[in-house]
């Protein structure tokens, strides 16, 4: 329980997304990048790659690529996106700034991308003081392809990243600022890889100095790479996971941590583990959520549906449709601004997990109606009223 404002820090993936909608995983011209076995640099649904690996496998320069992909064609969006970042936007636009501040604590180049993303992000009530830059290296983007056909049109993206400037993001520039929190976030490490090799030990002192801690991870292509078909490395021994008080996954980020071969293998794993509590999403099918108890009430394997109303909505001739892009990072800023509700008038192990899961699953629907993952704006308290409208209606749905 706390009385004074609250500050939530986070640090990780950030970058700019040049979204391409409408790209079909089926046309010739997209199927002659795809992988044909784990890590070797080709294409994959719902997975991502890094330029340089892509020029490997195809034996050709990224630009003579999305050139056979796209052709001369413009991207459909440009966009704020990564795990962090992301998170933590949308945090920001769903908490009242008089009683909480979000933080956000990354890198960027100083190229035209830079000042795009700056252009983005001054006007909005993100606390970017710590959004450091380099000379050295050029802003991390990814471009985004998205399907909206695939999957009997459930939908489906896959990303090319280039890792950029994230190369020179290290530990010691997490300064003591970000360690004075009552939150602290580390989304999609695995694109800036100096803090993902050193997770366990900012997990240390982040506990050392009682923050709540919150980890959502993102496709972890280098240690794909290196080590085909092994386990992704998380923290440095298994017993660490009692560092981590929130861990969201997406379902095959999940099944590669945990080195499992199905979604439940995967959650029976983790439940074995000393993490607090975990939730795993996989699209438009149901996210499985667990507690041990340390920060949300004790809960056995709990599965939950999307929201029927953002469903029914999307399925409408009149409905805004946007696309897939940034809904985990939606849903896992929609957990971290109810963990950062609880906080105000509860105290850690009465927190509840339906209750943050709800805001997650609201917040990833609103986000199916943009292009995008960042929202922009155009009157202060817009965006929480619009996913305060679905999470009202999805706590109706799933208490009949």
Request: aromatic share 10%; hydrophobic share 35%; charged share 20%.
């Amino acid at each position: 329980m706390i009385t004074e404002k609250i500050i939530i820090s986070g640090t990780g993936c950030a970058l700019a997304d040049y979204l391409y909608n409408d790209i079909s995983f089926e046309s010739p011209e997209f199927k002659k990048y795809l992988s044909k076995k784990t890590g070797d640099g080709g294409l994959g649904a719902g997975k991502l790659v890094f330029t340089e690996e892509l020029e490997k496998f195809a034996g050709k320069s990224y630009q003579k690529i999305i050139s056979d992909i796209i052709g001369n064609r413009a991207p459909d969006a440009f966009n704020v996106g990564g795990p962090s970042l992301v998170s933590l936007i949308h945090a920001s636009q769903m908490l009242d700034r008089n009683s909480f501040n979000v933080k956000f604590f990354g890198i960027s180049g100083t190229d035209e991308t830079a000042d795009r993303i700056l252009g983005i992000l001054c006007p909005m009530p993100l606390n970017i003081r710590n959004y450091s830059t380099t000379i050295h290296r050029a802003t991390p983007f990814t471009h985004v392809f998205s399907d909206p056909n695939f999957d009997n049109g459930q939908g489906e993206r896959t990303f090319v990243n280039s890792i950029g400037a994230a190369w020179e993001y290290f530990p010691q520039q997490l300064t003591r600022e970000f360690y004075d929190s009552h939150i602290v976030c580390f989304g999609g490490t695995a694109l800036v890889p100096q803090l993902h090799d050193n997770l366990t030990q900012l997990l240390k002192k982040a506990k050392k100095n009682n923050c709540i801690t919150v980890v959502n991870t993102v496709y972890d292509f280098r240690n794909e790479k290196n080590k085909p078909g092994e386990s992704w490395p998380l923290v440095d021994q298994e017993e660490n996971y009692d560092l981590i008080d929130v861990l969201i996954m997406s379902a095959e980020e999940a099944k590669k941590i945990s080195g499992r071969e199905t979604i439940h293998e995967a959650a029976s794993y983790f439940v074995s583990t000393k993490v607090s509590s975990f939730i795993i999403t996989n699209g438009a099918n149901e996210l499985i959520g667990w507690s041990q108890g340390r920060l949300f009430q004790k809960s056995e394997l709990i599965s939950l549906p999307v929201s029927q109303k953002v469903t029914e909505e999307l399925k409408s001739a009149t409905s805004q449709k946007g696309d897939t892009t940034g809904c985990g990072d939606n849903l896992v800023g929609g957990i971290i601004s109810s963990i950062a509700w609880q906080l105000k008038d509860r105290e850690r192990g009465d927190f509840d997990l339906i209750e943050a899961l709800s805001w997650g699953i609201a917040s990833g629907g609103f986000c199916c109606f943009t292009v995008g993952g960042t929202y922009i704006e155009r009157t202060n308290g817009e965006k929480r009223t619009a996913v305060e409208q679905i999470q009202k209606e999805y706590i109706k749905q799933i208490n009949p």
